[in-house]
């Protein structure tokens, strides 16, 4: 009977998720893909999350974008070091890096004297019954956190693979240009928490998603790892479903708030 509910509940998700996603504001939230405790509406947005894309948001965004383009420029296509706490060129060190430059000039409207602030993974116990690497701390607003979890996708092991498949899909489909993404997987290049930043909507017309991120390819030298940084790289997203879309694993999509201005 469980198994029976459970179903019907994907299946009514399922359908809610055809709705186009074109639709939809930037900075408008919708409806997740969640794991072990079945299908829900996301979260309730504050009155900032629901306003329109504001200017200053934009200019934050394409800033972001910019520099992560630059630092692709700077290192020429050669690897850069990517071991040490210290090294900018491992993958979440690299998304915090381009947001850290980007946010000293920005502020969220509700909390102006609030410097912007990137929440750290979520500890590997925090994580559970997951793996470490699919989520970030939970850090609120008030304390300088700019983001919103726009969407999310955890491996339900009582749905089948093919329906977890789906409903991975459908949460990939709603990446924006600016959303900071981050998954536990297993993929063609390594396994384990990887930190990336979308730089365009996700294409229904070619199933794909762009993005720039540091250390998803990378090699070893001297015994210390390398990374190379990737600028409008593209893949289908049947690539990523792949890689996290596995018992015990997942992603999610963070999405700056609306209500992003200058600082004063």
Not at 82 to 103: E, G, H, M, P, R
Not at 147 to 176: G, H, I, K, V
Not at 183 to 196: D, L
Request: proline share 4%; with cysteine.
């Amino acid at each position: 009977m469980r198994n029976m509910k459970r179903r019907g509940l994907f299946l009514l998700l399922a359908l809610l998720l055809t709705l186009p996603v074109q639709a939809m504001g930037r900075g408008e939230l919708t409806y997740q893909a969640v794991g072990e405790e079945g299908a829900e509406p996301a979260a309730a947005q504050t009155d900032a999350d629901r306003t329109e894309t504001s200017p200053a948001r934009e200019e934050m965004i394409d800033g972001i974008i910019d520099l992560a383009q630059r630092k692709y420029e700077e290192t020429n296509g050669r690897a850069q070091r990517a071991q040490y706490a210290s090294d900018i060129y491992i993958c979440k060190n690299f998304t915090v890096y381009l947001f850290n430059q980007v946010a000293v000039d920005y502020r969220m409207a509700e909390f102006p004297d609030v410097e912007l602030y990137i929440p750290n993974n979520n500890p590997s116990e925090a994580c559970a019954p997951y793996v470490y690497g699919l989520e970030w701390e939970d850090v609120p607003a008030e304390e300088g956190n700019p983001f919103y979890e726009a969407a999310r996708f955890r491996y339900d092991s009582e749905l089948t693979d093919a329906e977890n498949r789906e409903l991975a899909r459908q949460f990939l489909m709603q990446a924006q240009r600016g959303d900071f993404f981050q998954m536990a997987a297993n993929y063609y290049y390594g396994v384990g928490a990887h930190s990336m930043i979308f730089i365009a909507d996700y294409d229904p017309e070619t199933d794909t998603v762009r993005w720039t991120d540091s250390n998803m390819k990378g090699e070893r030298r001297n015994g210390e790892r390398y990374g190379y940084v990737q600028f409008d790289a593209v893949k289908e997203i049947d690539w990523f479903v792949d890689a996290f879309c596995r018992k015990g694993y997942g992603a999610t999509i963070y999405r700056l708030r609306g209500d992003i201005v200058w600082a004063q």
